[in-house]
């Protein structure tokens, strides 16, 4: 929300209470809270009629600084509250008579009393801070708001605030913290995330589920500015000091992601949207993928597993499937897991809806009538998630598939959630309507932690919420069918991972429309090497062989191409759980002292180890950059220096896929299926190691259990690896530039 007009002028009816001074102060452990009148004091009859703000430094974790700025504290409005790890962080305070440092870990906040300023510093480098009238509580027209303007230095980029389809770099662009199911070609998102990471290395958190507003460098140039409509506002400075850190702490703050299964990186088949199937028709489909030698893992019934308008009633359609326990047993003894499509919501038709309607599961309208209208489904209902009974009813509802065998949710929608509604629990209408899906995924995903186990339960979700990375895995929603949109995909997806986001996926060729066969097999490669894979669309089927010989190929190629670096990927995914750290990672957060990597958006490192460029030209032309260093192509094993860019022509078996210099890359030896113990069936190949450097990579079985570690060194020109955790009689490749390669067994 833009509150001024140029420098000087407030827009109309705009009227801006600015912090001025620090005029007295209450320091105890935990906490110290700052009484700030919004215009300078010089005698005592000035402290009569204007507002005061109060400011109140805590810690949630070391190296965070959060800050409450209240100006009425009086006011009752039940808002859900993001579930944040919050730790009781003692904080050093020194009053200076000047101003004041309040420190946590390494980041100190410094605010002087005269003139009010406010600095952070990290290890003693000033990260951001704000000046004179940018700290404010503001009067307008459409109600109240807290408004807080953090500088911008000289070529810091932002990034993040969720998985946004706008531009990587988010500098210049004006952005609402507001779910919407807005396809991916718009300003709109499905997951609004109210977190920003800077290159600087240190991200914001705004602590609401509210509309919070951004202008980066938009309304002020040199400003990032977050409003919120209210009495209040608390957000929190995450010190790094890189990106990675950033990120890392900020997921600690907010719950690390579940370890996803292994079988859930496997290739995701789909009946697709608006299609005719039934189980002759899903079964041609797992034919043809086994006769064409494509290994699938995961079978995905869309939305037409239920009858039509009576989404949902969580049953089967028996008009097509007259025995779905026995189909779901039969694709189970074919090796593969079942998903099915669910929402939130419950058409008038379902028999569900009377049921929820007397059990006052669904939300009401203030007159206390259920709340409805017509859009997706005629009458529509919504489930309210704020009633403990709701939850453990419509969870019920789920025990009873997956009591049939089913293994996963794809829990779509979430984002088209009223206001003029009345919640169970009170909550505050508008602040619910973000905090949604939070409930929503954490109810589908707990019921299957239960009926699964911890470790097997696996969404599939559109709309996510801070938090919501603790629920994976999440997906890019409804792309076209286009290389624009291919692109778009990536750019949201890294958006995501900068906001702490370590799993995700997109639909493989475009969601709307017909993709034509050169996208298709594009699409595939990129789709194959993120996290998670899925073929799916809307009005037509998804198999490789509609688009032609080569596109099987391609989709064979590249699906057990995956499976073989799963120890990798694996690996790479229990860092992320342990550390927030996510999978796939934007260069500008592995590269953080490089600028060339500041706004790439075509390509992306999965892992710390991988450098994937996928290709978004039917002529295979693609331009790409390499960082500084010795980088070898996988496929091929091409040895290039870095530091530079590259515009090559590669064909549909092909893509840049290159491994970083100094790298251990495990290699499996099974490329049908992506579950399978790593530790027993890897050979770990060794990148450029210099003479006297080591590294070392982890290994595990596929539960994520049973850790391995493999050291591999270079003395003197001469190899050495080492093996803990379990003698699995290694073989180590090691791979250097102007020699052959040699072969080492692991001690």
Known sequence: MKFTDGFWVTKPGVTMHSAAQVRDCTIITDAATLYCPTRRITHRGMTLDGPMLTLTFTSPAPDILALSIVHFKGVARKEPLFELNRGATTLTVIDGGDSITITSGKLSAVVVKDRFKLDYYYDGERLTGLGDRHLSYAETNDGSFVRVKLDVDVGEKLYGLGERFTPFV??????????EDGGTASELAYKSIPFYVTNKGYGVFVNSSGRVSYELCS????????SLQGESMEFMVVGGPRIKDAVSRFVSLTGRPALPPAWSFGLWLTTSFTTDYTEETINSFVDGMLERGIPLRVFHFDCFWMKEWEWCNFLWDERMFPDPAGMIKRLHERGLKVCVWINPYIGQKSPLFDEGTRGGFLLKRPNGDVWQWDRWQPGLAIVDFTNPSAVEWYQSKLKTLTDMGVDSFKTD????????????DGSDPVLMHNYY?????????ELLERERGVGEACVFARSATVGGQQYPVHWGGDSTSNYPSMAESLRAGLSLSMSGFAFWSHDISGFEDMASPDVYKRWTAFGLLSTHSRLHGSGSYRVPWLFGDEAVDVARFFT???????????AKSVEAHETGVPVMRAMAMEFPDDPACGELDRQYMLGGALLVAPVFRADGAVTYYLPAGTWTHLLTGEMKSGGSWRTEVYDFMSLPVFVREGSLLAIGHVDDRPDYDYRCASTIHAYNLTDGESAAV???DSRGENRVRVQVSVNNGVPEAMVSGGDMGFDIVIHRAGSEDVRVKAK
Request: contains cysteine.
């Open 170 to 179: 988010k500098n210049g662009q004006s952005v609402d913290i507001w779910n």
């Open 219 to 226: 309304e002020a140039v040199a400003s990032a500015q977050f």
């Open 698 to 700: 982890d290994l595990f």
């Open 437 to 445: 899906t939070s409930l929503y995924n954490k109810a589908v995903f």
């Open 413 to 424: 929608f979430g984002e088209r959630i009223p206001v003029d509604c009345r919640y169970y």
């Open 560 to 570: 057990k191409l995956k499976y073989t670096l799963m120890p990798y990927l694996f």
